[in-house]
């Protein structure tokens, strides 16, 4: 039997410590100890962008457990990422009650103006956070379920797949656009009031799901760095490069590669979920696909198929993003487009593959080659 | 409306009362005008005494002045008549009419001739009743109007309120009329009209008429006739059949106008796709950049427009968009073989990486296109020759730019095919796709076919956005409205093969227009998204799927 790879390496545990340890300690504590004004003191207003950062940190793990490891390029994530925010989103809405611009205790503000009269199904249980909570997560979960299930069956791989996906995520794009949906339409959720109780807006409110978010990020990299380091994590690689062969071997294909996407589609609600309280809105924008497939970039930029890539490729690109689009709007989207241009053209394996390349040419030889990327 | 007890007196009071007034004035009109006239001028002492009764004594003797000026269908009434309504027509002491212009002075309402009168003549004033009395007039005027146009608005006012009283004027209308369209649509007025007739036999006639029409105004004479007021069983079998035949005939219509809009919107799908049917068909580079490639032939048409309006004469500007489809094909394909040297010939054979680059390009070449033209939207003018359309039944017209459009689609189509299958060029790109080894060991240049091939794909998306600029808005991210939609054929067509493209474009057109008026617009794309997707799991290599092996490479 082959030993099976520890969960991580002792310097491995170092790392995500010291990590975690600045995400969900330091920063707080700098957010609220120093006194205003202090050069330490990290400003209010940031930590709901940080708290962003790291749902997209999540969005970008779930996309590298199947791209980088399974060799599945979805450009849906994003519809799956929109789906558990519009969850949490219809949650925040039925706390608001008759705070709203129209005062109805059960009916949000837009079913008012739209003149309906009782509270669609779909929106029953949505008052109750732990539904709501449980939504945010079985629908995506459902959707990959499903969507996967016809997908992998019928064995459409490749960028087929990845067509398909983003055609899934369009037609949900212009589904949600639709008012008659109930979904708030163009508009989407917004103008939230309180979340289990606490006012959304404070900025204690927001320094907890900061630290929601940064623990459930921990969470999500222990859990899919598990799955990898499983005798399943190898059936996933082996996947990746040589389908076919790994089928005539005598493995359910169909059955890993629907386990792993609906795995990384729970994810990617757990980030929306996390995500919309953050931001105070969710609208149908978020499923464009030009979204989903920025999420691709992330992990490209970080380094496909190391898990930490992805983290450190969305909080990169991400703060390269919030500083450009400030200091010069016309210029986010040349960067962007050459970000893609130059990560797939000149570092396959993104930052990380860069710093494995600068260790090996310091001592040639010895170092073993880290798992090799290609598809 | 309340129907009065004597036929006179209610007319009277319709005029009074009613916007609706064709009616009354068709009936005056036949108490008035005999009925052999032509639609031409009156003789000019006939019109001058016409006129002078607008100055008599009583509104009796003004309404029966503007009746008469309504019927006589002379074209000199309607100034006068529209002066009288503005309180500008004017009589003097010896009962010449005059036109009070803006500036005060005044003209002769018969002659035009400037006339300065010896003491200020007398307003004629008007009621509420002579008012509606003149709009009835005014719009009986046009059934002679010169426009044809009005005519035909004339006609169908008409037809929406038949009646037995206005037949005789429809028939003078008729017998002037010289526009095939418009006295078609007189002579369905004529008819409806007719079925009021108390003549069992005219009825008889005036139905079968009418089953030639597919006007829904008919249709609703026809039913209303069935169910109420018809007592002979001839004429009620008559309208019945005639009846059924309206109604085939309107769902053929139906039929014909979503399958019209289908191809025209299959055809813009297509020349949407038939660019990347050879990116990603032929060459298997999954090109997101494909819909700026549209954009960039769109913008290429929005220069070559405004270059012929800075510095051409008028007359040429209709032929700007014949120069514009070659030169969005040299842009674009430029444009192409430059990203295929630079960029794509590192990629081949990593279709995902490939997808994520070519994302880059076209985010990059959206956001210099914002750059240099600005983020509003580009007006591009339809030149002449693409403006209008023309009926083919009624309700059922057919535009020239759309059918210019489908045209020009099939016509790339049949181009390309020609390119692959009898040139040279052709023959390498199809080498090179099968066995890009052995076509190398044959002497062809790998390279120089690849780079080619990608710019021929992209030089067809610019013409694409030649055509694209015609029924839409130029702006920046005009690909990306197209991208899903053009991936959504080639892979439903079948990769690989331009059948496949042309049914999947084609296809996918039709159905959409089919159902979206159950659906509507949105709903109905989703439901072709969905049903694209579901297909997929079943056919995955598209309707058309190429055989053999090389499929699972």
New interface residues.
């Given amino acids: 039997m082959m030993q099976r790879t520890p969960l991580l390496t002792t310097k491995g545990w170092l790392v995500f410590i010291a990590a975690a340890l600045v995400a969900a300690v330091l920063i707080p504590v700098l957010a609220t100890q120093p006194a205003p004004g202090s050069i330490f003191r990290v400003p209010a207003y940031l930590v709901p962008l940080f708290g962003k950062y790291l749902c997209y940190a999540i969005l970008a793990l779930a996309l590298d457990l199947i791209?980088g490891y399974a060799g599945i390029?979805s450009l849906g994530h994003g519809a799956f990422f929109a789906l558990g925010g519009y969850a949490m989103g219809m949650y925040l809405m039925r706390q608001i009650g008759t705070r709203g611009v129209y005062g109805d205790p059960v009916l949000p503000d837009f079913m008012v103006f739209l003149n309906w009269r009782e509270l669609p199904v779909v929106w029953w249980g949505f008052q109750n956070f732990a539904y709501a909570a449980f939504m945010a997560l079985a629908v995506p979960g459902l959707l990959a379920a499903g969507?996967g299930w016809?997908?992998f069956?019928?064995?459409?791989t490749?960028?087929?797949l990845?067509?398909?996906t983003?055609?899934?995520t369009?037609?949900l794009l212009?589904?949600f656009?639709?008012n008659d949906m109930g979904f708030g339409g163009n508009n989407g959720l917004t103008d939230f009031k309180e979340i289990l109780g606490y006012d959304i807006q404070a900025p204690s409110t927001r320094l907890g799901l900061y630290i929601v978010t940064a623990v459930a990020l921990g969470l999500s990299f222990l859990v899919c760095r598990f799955v990898v380091t499983t005798r399943f994590g190898r059936l996933l690689l082996a996947l990746r490069d040589a389908e076919s062969r790994v089928r005539f071997i005598g493995y359910s294909t169909t059955g890993a590669k629907l386990f792993v996407f609906v795995l990384s589609a729970l994810l990617c609600g757990l980030a929306g979920a996390l995500y919309v309280p953050q931001v105070g809105i969710i609208n149908p924008s978020e499923f464009q696909?030009?979204n989903s497939?920025e999420v691709?970039?992330w992990v490209?930029v970080g380094g496909r198929g190391t898990l930490v890539g992805a983290i450190l490729g969305a909080l990169v690109v991400n703060f390269i993003k919030t500083w450009l689009t400030g200091a010069a709007p016309?210029l986010w989207?040349?960067a962007?487009?050459?970000?893609?241009?130059v990560?797939?053209?000149a570092m396959?394996n993104g930052i990380l593959g860069l710093v494995a390349q600068a260790k090996q040419w310091r001592r040639p030889p010895s170092a073993p080659i880290a798992e090799t990327v290609?598809? | 409306m309340p129907s009065g007890p004597e036929q006179s007196d209610q007319i009277c009071w319709r005029g009074f009362q009613t916007v609706r007034l064709i009616r009354a004035l068709l009936f005056v009109g036949l108490l008035l005008v005999p009925l052999t006239g032509r639609a031409a001028n009156l003789p000019d002492a006939d019109f001058s005494k016409l006129v002078a009764g607008l100055a008599g004594d009583g509104f009796d003797d003004k309404i029966a002045a503007i009746d008469g000026l309504g019927a006589s269908g002379d074209s000199r009434a309607v100034a006068i008549l529209k002066a009288l309504t503005d309180g500008k027509l004017a009589a003097t002491e010896d009962k010449q009419m005059l036109v009070e212009g803006d500036n005060g002075s005044f003209t002769d309402a018969v002659t035009g001739a400037p006339v300065t009168p010896a003491a200020e003549p007398d307003r004629i004033r008007v009621n509420n009743r002579l008012r509606g009395q003149i709009d009835g007039a005014l719009s009986h005027l046009t059934l002679y109007s010169a426009d044809p146009a009005d005519r035909m608005s004339a006609a169908a006012e008409a037809l929406h309120h038949p009646s037995l009283d206005g037949v005789p004027a429809l028939d003078k209308a008729l017998a002037a009329e010289k526009d095939k369209d418009v006295a078609a649509a007189l002579k369905l007025a004529r008819a409806a009209g007719l079925l009021q007739s108390p003549d069992a036999a005219q009825r008889l006639a005036a139905v079968d008429e009418l089953a030639a029409s597919t006007d829904s105004q008919v249709r609703g004479l026809l039913g209303e006739l069935i169910g109420g007021h018809e007592s002979d069983p001839k004429v009620i079998a008559a309208a019945k059949t005639a009846l059924a035949k309206i109604e085939r005939q309107l769902t053929y219509i139906e039929i014909g106008i979503n399958l019209f809009q289908g191809l025209s919107l299959g055809s813009v799908l297509l020349l949407a796709a038939i660019g990347l049917a050879v990116t990603f068909g032929v060459m298997g580079v999954?090109n997101?950049a494909h819909g700026e490639m549209i954009m960039l032939g769109a913008y290429t048409t929005f220069v070559v427009q405004e270059l012929f309006r800075a510095f051409l004469p008028a007359s040429l500007f209709d032929l700007y968009l014949v120069v514009s489809v070659p030169a969005a094909f040299l842009v674009a394909g430029a444009v192409g073989v430059a990203l295929e040297r630079t960029?794509i010939r590192?990629?081949y054979g990593?279709?995902?990486?490939?997808?994520?680059?070519t994302?880059?390009?076209?985010?990059?070449l959206?956001?210099?296109v914002?750059?240099i033209f600005g983020a509003p939207n580009k007006e591009v003018a339809n030149p002449s020759w693409m403006t209008g359309g023309f009926q083919i039944m009624g309700g059922f017209t057919v535009t020239w730019n759309r059918l210019v459009i489908i045209a020009f689609g099939f016509i790339v189509l049949g181009v390309l095919v020609l390119v692959l299958r009898r040139t040279n060029l052709g023959l390498h790109m199809r080498a090179v796709t099968q066995n890009r080894k052995m076509a190398a060991i044959m002497g062809i240049p790998t390279d120089k076919v690849d780079a080619l091939t990608f710019g021929l794909g992209s030089g067809i998306a610019g013409m694409a956005g030649v055509a694209l600029s015609q029924i839409g808005n130029v702006s920046p991210n005009l690909g990306?409205i197209y991208i899903?939609d053009s991936?959504?054929v080639v892979?439903f067509g079948g990769v690989g093969s331009l059948v496949g493209t042309l049914a999947g474009a084609m296809g996918l057109g039709v159905v959409n227009k089919f159902l979206e008026p159950f659906a509507g617009a949105?709903?109905g794309?989703?439901l072709v998204?969905?049903a694209?997707?579901?297909f997929?799991?079943?056919r995955?290599r598209g309707l058309f799927a190429l055989k053999g092996r090389s499929v699972e490479a």
């Fill in positions: 791209w390029l969507f016809f997908a069956r019928s064995r459409v490749g960028v087929y990845s067509i398909i983003q055609a899934m369009y037609a212009l589904a656009f639709r696909p030009g497939i691709a970039i490209a016309e989207l040349f962007l487009g050459a970000l893609f241009i990560v797939t053209l396959p290609h598809d | 999954i997101m960029i590192f990629l990593r279709p995902l990486e490939t997808l994520l680059a994302w880059g390009i076209s985010l990059m959206q956001q210099l914002r750059s990306t899903i991936f959504m892979v949105v709903l794309k989703i998204l969905v694209i997707i579901i997929i799991q079943f995955p």
